[in-house]
């Protein structure tokens, strides 16, 4: 099965601190996209970041970057200066013609 | 840029009948539009994924007849949920794509929260 898996259901991170939310996938393919994807509470999806994976260099953008791990088939989001509204459920997603999602990780941030 | 609206945003209605929830995109054309069902404190399900003119393709598991995708033009992809049951209560998300040209980002709209009485 292609699967994407969040070990971390919840996390909680203390306001201007740095967080890791972790992803481990399985696939078969070769070319896939790897995406993050938050949902506040609004239940509104939105794109975080996104890494192509045959780009050996991590994607970042602002405060948030991924560390991938093809070998391994892991791709870890790192959040920088963690602010109260980056509190929402985080997705870690992977494909390409259609998406599979992970669980998710539910991130608290603590003022 | 890359907004995908949804129609209605809240939905009541009664066992048996039938309801219709549009997705569409508002400042693009969309190369595949995609229908997700999220239950409470879950994930996003993909239920089947749209391409213009042509039928759906729906995942396993998902009753096709009683979960109905048209998808009339590049913009405008509507799921029908015939039939209600108390057990089709969910909330619903549409997204749309641009494929390869944007690098398989899906672009979601703000769903759709469906109860069946």
């Known amino acids: 099965a292609q699967t994407v898996t969040q070990s971390q259901p919840e996390m909680s991170v203390q306001e201007a601190e740095t967080v890791t939310l972790s992803c481990t996938y399985d696939t078969s393919e070769s070319d896939y996209y790897l995406f993050w994807y938050k949902q506040p509470p609004s239940r509104q999806m939105i794109l975080v970041i996104r890494q192509e994976a045959y780009k050996q260099q991590n994607a970042t953008e602002n405060r948030f970057s991924v560390n991938f791990q093809k070998a391994a088939k892991s791709f870890s989001l790192k959040i920088s200066d963690s602010q109260l509204g980056d509190a929402a459920m985080y997705f870690c997603?992977?494909?390409?013609?259609?998406?599979?999602f992970g669980k998710g990780t539910r991130l608290h941030i603590l003022p | 840029g890359a907004v995908v609206s949804q129609h209605p945003s809240r939905v009541i209605c009664k066992s048996g009948t039938s309801v219709k929830i549009e997705c569409r995109s508002l400042?693009?054309?969309?190369?595949?539009m995609f229908w997700y069902r999220q239950f409470p404190k879950q994930s996003l399900m993909l239920m089947a994924t749209?391409?213009?003119?042509?039928?759906?393709?729906?995942e396993q598991g998902v009753e096709k007849d009683k979960f109905l995708i048209n998808h009339a033009s590049l913009t405008l992809s509507t799921l029908t949920v015939t039939s209600a049951h108390p057990e089709d209560s969910s909330f619903y998300i549409c997204?749309?794509?641009?494929?390869?040209?944007?690098?398989?980002?899906?672009?979601f709209g703000p769903g759709t929260r469906l109860t069946v009485t």
């Open positions: 997603a992977r494909g390409r013609d259609k998406i599979i």
């Open positions: 997204s749309a794509s641009l494929g390869g040209n944007k690098g398989y980002e899906q672009y």
């Open positions: 400042d693009f054309q969309a190369t595949t």
């Open positions: 749209s391409n213009e003119g042509s039928k759906a393709t729906y």
